[in-house]
């Protein structure tokens, strides 16, 4: 069935640091691949998002890269601040409809 | 924009009884509504596919007479559990979208059954 396996579980990073989270897709139909943030005991917020029709998305310091031959595609955060410590689930669908989610990576930032 | 309330957000009851819970799209019309479960510091896991005025989708594995869902309007969705027991205990989060919109999250309920 439909997988998307997300890697590392966990990372920790100094204050400044860039994090650099990666998820691989089963369904080479997907084309639509969301970044959620989610801080403990809160509702998952989008933070980045990207299409299959482009490689890479940017928005001050998130950006987001897809690789649809290699079904992969990356979250990288720079200059990373204690603030973005949180849980990030990447997903995959088609369209906007059905996501299959990754298992999450737990984010510490360290001051 | 796009802010989704789900209520309540916790809540704890008896072995035995039924939960409602609601979702709700506060500023736009939410065609597909989705419900989903997440266990202690693991994935969202979807649970069911509700399109206004339609029958839901349930996943594999998903009882769909303990799990009741209503898409009654274009902004409201309720997830009713049945009967619930304690491993029925999780955090419910439901999302809403608008066509070809991404979804949002509303901020979850966590049941706790005794």
């Known amino acids: 069935g439909e997988n998307v396996e997300q890697h590392p579980s966990t990372l920790s990073v100094q204050e400044g640091d860039s994090a650099v989270i990666k998820c691989t897709y089963s369904?080479?139909?997907?084309?639509?691949f969301p970044w959620y943030k989610q801080e403990l005991g809160k509702r998952p917020q989008l933070i980045i998002d990207?299409?299959?029709?482009?490689g890479e998305k940017k928005d001050q310091r998130i950006a987001v890269t897809l690789n649809k031959t290699a079904k992969h595609f990356s979250l990288h955060i720079t200059e990373t601040q204690p603030e973005d410590s949180a849980v990030y689930f990447c997903?995959?669908?088609?369209?906007?409809?059905?996501?299959?989610f990754g298992t999450g990576t737990r984010l510490k930032v360290l001051a | 924009g796009a802010v989704v309330s789900q209520h309540p957000s916790w809540v704890i009851c008896k072995s035995g009884t039924s939960v409602k819970i609601e979702c709700r799209s506060l500023d736009f019309q939410a065609t597909t509504m989705f419900w989903y479960r997440q266990f202690p510091k693991q994935s969202l896991m979807l649970m069911a596919t509700s399109n206004e005025g339609s029958k839901a989708t349930y996943e594999q594995g998903v009882e769909k007479d303990k799990f009741l869902i209503n898409h009654a309007s274009l902004t409201l969705s309720t997830l009713t559990v049945t009967s619930a027991h304690p491993e029925d205990s999780s955090f419910y989060i439901c999302?809403?979208?608008?066509?070809?919109?991404?979804?949002?999250f509303g901020d979850g309920t966590r049941l706790s059954i005794l």
């Open positions: 999302s809403a979208k608008d066509g070809d919109q991404p979804q949002h």
């Open positions: 990207i299409r299959s029709n482009v």
């Open positions: 369904d080479s139909a997907s084309n639509y």
């Open positions: 997903a995959a669908s088609k369209g906007t409809y059905k996501y299959i």
